[in-house]
């Protein structure tokens, strides 16, 4: 038995069904490595042929039936590829089909370079399920277990009700290892250690295994009242996706834009991006004749001033707008405290129902004990959510650098254009290739080998228009500013609950094209989308 089985005997006293099974991915951007990723594979699932990175399925704890995401370490070291990503985000949609809760139990090295961006963008298809089964009233509880990093730790290691860890885990949105090597900084262990997480409030307990059965039975014997709430008079949101698990939709405004430029090339793209001579949100703002009137701060005594945030008027159509400054002519690396002011303008557009439109343009979500410290992993899949759940019309516009987290907490969008030049990655190629070969060398290669340019955005279904760049950044600014404006239009036509339905139907199809889907073993999944059976027995 592997480690992840043995651990769901313990916990579900040998109740769990594992479901899902029948996703998989090969190898979907043909990887170059030492050791091909199909060859790796093959080893790897030579003995089970479903096995992946991460096991969901139904069991039962205590008295109470749950849905368990549980990571497999062995796999990858547990890392996020696009099946994996599918397996998590199918568990929460079964979950609230059935009104469970949901047990997520976290081991992952982060997102899985060899799939790239589309296995990276998994992180939002995860975040709209989550959503669903929060606004269901469902409660989820998350045990992180040592290593808990990266992709997977902010799309679904933080995301519960309650968040526990085991002894000792080391828990980091970066890795120490990959801080060391791209910013030349040494981070103590024990600066991201379960312990010090404890103490700055981002988990809320330390859990020994052996009493993690008892420990999450009592708990839902609270959390989880016998008298459930009939699903049909529980609103406090949309009605859930009503998508088919097996749906490969993707893109969901008509709008007409300009015609798609041709295929950039990857590296150049990063190059370019990182010019200080580029487009930003000052400029963008400057091009639509607009003034920021600013939103400050957290409400919490802080302020990053490289996360700006406030009113703007896009073509005469009012907007709350949120982005990236480039302070030193780069975007910038903002503070959990950044992504809490976000958070908050959020709320604001919502509340006077405004649409929002956010600015991507960031070096990553920061690294180090000092942001690690401050809750940057649940910071960026709060903001997440938060983007997932607005009732209001959303436009992100990808400027320029996408790198890693920091850049997809700003993408979940009902529309999402991109400059030419623009990218998005995992973490940037520095920080790959460093993953993989312990060294920054290997940064060109990686990022051409990650569907990482604008072209292949678009085909992944996350990029819906590209917008060609001018000879000018004023140039450049100015058709984003049409293209901005053209976006909010169309989806004025639409109502709140068909632009939350679409948006999050469309983030929950990204990447299936590289999934496969083994038809024998899809019965479960094929009854729920016929509406035959309203929970699978365990």
């Known amino acids: 038995m592997t480690e992840a089985e043995q651990l769901l005997e313990r916990l579900t006293r040998g109740s769990f069904l594992e479901l899902s099974r029948e996703v998989l991915t090969t190898d979907p951007l043909s990887f170059d490595d030492r050791v091909s990723y199909t060859e790796r594979l093959e080893r790897l699932q030579a003995e089970d042929r479903s096995a992946e990175a991460v096991r969901v399925g139904f069991a039962r704890i205590g008295d109470h039936e749950v849905a368990v995401v549980c990571s497999e370490y062995g796999f ?27 047990i997520g139990i976290c081991r992952s090295g982060g997102t899985r370079m ?214 030193g002519g780069r975007g910038a690396e903002v503070k959990p405290y950044g992504y809490q002011k976000a958070r908050r303008a959020v709320r604001i557009a919502t509340e006077l129902g405004l649409p929002l439109v956010s600015f991507i343009d960031t070096q990553g979500a920061g690294t180090g004990p000092d942001v690690e410290a401050e809750g940057l992993a649940h910071g960026v899949g709060a903001l997440i959510r938060e983007l997932l759940g607005a009732r209001i019309s959303t436009v992100a516009v990808l400027l320029g650098e996408g790198s890693g987290a920091g850049a997809i907490a700003l993408l979940p969008a009902d529309t999402v254009i991109a400059l030419e030049h623009a990218w998005l990655a995992p973490i940037a190629p520095e920080a790959s290739s460093a993953i993989l070969y312990r060294n920054t060398a290997r940064a060109e290669q990686m990022v051409r080998g990650q569907a990482a340019d604008t072209a292949a955005l678009h085909r992944e279904g996350l990029v819906d228009h590209t917008v060609p760049e001018g000879p000018t950044v004023q140039c450049s600014a100015q058709r984003l500013v049409d293209a901005v404006a053209r976006s909010l239009q169309a989806l004025h036509s639409l109502t709140a609950s068909e632009r939350l339905l679409r948006r999050r139907a469309a983030i929950r199809s990204l990447a299936r094209q590289h999934l496969t889907i083994r038809e024998e073993d899809s019965v479960i999944a094929d009854a729920f989308n016929r509406g035959q059976v309203s929970e699978p027995t365990a």
């Not at 070291?77 to 568990?91: N, Q, S, Y």
Request: net charge negative; with cysteine.
């Open 114 to 327: 060899q799939e790239g961006t589309p296995a990276f963008i998994k992180m939002l298809s995860i975040g709209a399920a989550i959503s669903e089964h929060r606004e269901a009233g469902l409660p989820c509880l998350n045990y992180l277990m040592d290593p808990a990093m990266g992709g997977a730790l902010a799309a679904w290691g933080t995301q519960g009700h309650l968040v526990w860890a085991e002894p000792g885990a080391s828990i980091a949105l970066t890795g120490p290892r990959v801080v060391e090597a791209v910013a030349g900084r040494h981070v103590p262990l024990a600066e991201v250690s379960a312990e010090t997480a404890l103490e700055r409030g981002h988990i809320d307990d330390i859990v020994e295994p052996e009493a993690l059965q008892s420990r999450i039975a009592a708990w839902l014997d609270i959390a989880t009242p016998r008298q459930q709430v009939d699903p049909s008079t529980h609103e406090t949101g949309p009605q859930a996706s009503t998508e088919p698990l097996n749906s490969t939709s993707t893109t969901h405004d008509d709008s007409p834009h300009p015609q798609e430029p041709q295929s950039p090339d990857a590296w150049r793209s990063v190059i370019r991006s990182r010019q200080r001579d580029r487009p930003s949100i000052e400029t963008v703002i400057e091009a639509a004749d607009s003034a920021l009137v600013e939103i400050r701060g957290d409400r919490q005594g802080r302020d990053d001033r490289g996360l700006l945030a406030g009113f703007i008027r896009i073509r005469d159509q009012p907007a709350v707008a949120i982005g990236f400054g480039r302070p």
């Open 76 to 102: 990858m070291a547990g890392t996020l590829g696009i099946a994996a990503g599918e397996r998590v985000a199918r568990a929460f949609v079964l979950a609230t089909a059935a009104r469970r809760p949901v």
